[in-house]
């Protein structure tokens, strides 16, 4: 199932990582790890974010995907089930 996550980055954190120049190695870290298949960064809501698209097979896969951004960013993390245009189509279709 295709995922969106929205990381929420704490200033003060994300302040020292990029400070320690960390942070760089950090979001590489993620990326290389959970492979999505988009990734954008920026402000929103005034603060630091990073919206991930990702692949999950299962909702075990919840805490090894969020917990990086707790546990090193002290982000606030939210995830939910998205489509693009070929999901949205396969969908509409099944309708009756």
Known sequence: MRVMLKATLDTEKANELIS????ADQVKGILDRLQPEAA?????G?????VLVLHMQDSSELPPVGEPFFTHM????EM????NVEDLQKGLSQLG
Do not use: H
């Not at 320690?20 to 942070?23: A, E, I, Q, W």
């Not at 005034?46 to 990073?50: D, E, P, Q, V």
């Not at 002290?74 to 993390?77: I, M």
């Open 80 to 83: 939910c089930p998205v489509m």
């Open 20 to 23: 320690s120049g960390k942070m």
């Open 46 to 50: 005034g603060r630091r974010t990073m």
């Open 74 to 77: 002290n982000a606030q993390v």
């Open 40 to 44: 954008y960064f920026g402000p929103i």
